[in-house]
């Protein structure tokens, strides 16, 4: 992830990702109606929450956004 990616908006279909930390970032619906805590490997969502009880390795799209920002896949518009 490049460094220029922390506190600027990438968009990541229809959700916009700000990463606060190279490791952690805040997840918005492109509607503004959440602004979600994620990492590569927790979510504040509630579909993380209650996947993740049946699943331990379940992933929801907040985290899978993040994890594409972090490995390179999405990047600013601008870079």
Known sequence: MSVNAVKKPIFV?????????????????IDCRYELNTTANSCTCCTYRFGSRRDPKFQCRHMAAVRKVMNGEVTVESE
């Open 13 to 29: 279909g229809e959700l916009v990702v700000y990463m606060d930390t190279p490791e952690e970032a805040r997840v918005i619906e």
